[in-house]
């Protein structure tokens, strides 16, 4: 763990599997009625029971209706097994192309973190920047990050998720609002679709801002949370 106070932002030697950092906070720097009615039909069967005729009703044939019952449920049975199989295949490709948790091989670095006053809100927020490197042999896309705000005592505080790709210039950044910059930093496609394709070895940008933080917040965590694999 890198201890970080104050006012030190670079905290992050380019440690790839470290992406946890520990900071000191202090002070601030800067329906009519409703009534259902009942329908009801009573049909007058006399007729069909004064005119019957002996014979109309064609007798069973108990091999006949066999039969007719081994094809609906042999149609049935086809049926399942191409729905089964057809499950399987989708799953198949979702776990081919989906990778949830830390089934991945996505690499951060360059972290840094800087707490600012906005200027909207009488808050002191942090900020997290760094990189993340595609090591895979094939391109991904649509990175989003897990991120986590934890008290000295390592309690969750904030939980909260962002694309890469995403970044704000520091300037801008004190005079948004929250719901601005939380509608800026979750767009999937990155600036200029930095999030659409990322190439190996291709760094690319991200950024979370937690807000109001509080004062007994000590440290963060920051994981990738899922990314698609481009199949060429």
């Given at each position: 763990m890198d201890?970080?106070?104050?006012?030190?932002?670079?905290?992050?030697?380019?440690?790839?599997?470290?992406?946890?950092?520990?900071?000191?906070?202090?002070?601030?720097?800067?329906?009519?009625?409703?009534?259902?009615?009942?329908?009801?039909?009573?049909?007058?069967?006399?007729?069909?029971?004064?005119?019957?005729?002996?014979?109309?009703?064609?007798?069973?044939?108990?091999?006949?209706?066999?039969?007719?019952?081994?094809?609906?449920?042999?149609?049935?049975?086809?049926?399942?097994?191409?729905?089964?199989?057809?499950?399987?295949?989708?799953?198949?490709?979702?776990?081919?192309?989906?990778?949830?948790?830390d089934?991945?091989?996505v690499?951060?670095?360059?972290?840094?973190?800087?707490?600012f006053?906005?200027?909207?809100?009488?808050?002191?927020?942090?900020v997290?920047?760094?990189?993340l490197?595609?090591?895979?042999?094939?391109?991904?896309?649509?990175?989003?990050?897990?991120?986590?705000?934890?008290?000295?005592?390592?309690i969750?505080?904030?939980?909260?998720?962002?694309?890469?790709?995403?970044?704000?210039?520091?300037?801008?950044?004190?005079?948004?609002?929250?719901?601005?910059?939380?509608?800026?930093?979750?767009?999937?496609?990155?600036?200029?679709?930095?999030?659409?394709?990322?190439?190996?070895?291709?760094?690319?940008?991200?950024?979370?801002?937690?807000?109001?933080?509080?004062?007994?917040s000590?440290?963060?965590?920051?994981?990738?949370?899922?990314?698609?694999?481009?199949?060429?």
């Amino acid at each position: 763990m890198d201890n970080w106070k104050l006012g030190d932002d670079n905290i992050y030697n380019d440690n790839y599997n470290d992406n946890e950092k520990d900071f000191t906070i202090g002070k601030s720097n800067e329906n009519e009625d409703g009534d259902k009615e009942d329908f009801k039909e009573d049909l007058d069967l006399s007729f069909y029971k004064k005119n019957k005729v002996k014979g109309d009703k064609p007798k069973r044939d108990g091999t006949n209706t066999g039969r007719s019952f081994y094809k609906r449920n042999s149609f049935k049975k086809v049926f399942y097994v191409i729905l089964g199989i057809a499950a399987v295949i989708s799953a198949y490709y979702i776990f081919k192309t989906f990778f949830p948790g830390d089934n991945l091989n996505v690499k951060l670095f360059g972290l840094e973190t800087k707490v600012f006053r906005s200027k909207v809100l009488p808050e002191n927020n942090l900020v997290v920047t760094g990189y993340l490197l595609n090591k895979n042999s094939f391109p991904i896309s649509y990175v989003k990050l897990a991120c986590r705000l934890y008290s000295a005592k390592n309690i969750t505080l904030v939980t909260k998720h962002v694309y890469a790709g995403n970044f704000i210039d520091i300037k801008r950044l004190k005079n948004m609002t929250n719901v601005a910059i939380d509608m800026k930093l979750n767009n999937k496609l990155g600036d200029n679709l930095s999030n659409v394709e990322i190439l190996p070895d291709h760094p690319i940008k991200f950024m979370v801002v937690f807000f109001d933080i509080a004062s007994n917040s000590k440290n963060y965590s920051i994981r990738i949370s899922h990314f698609y694999r481009i199949k060429k």
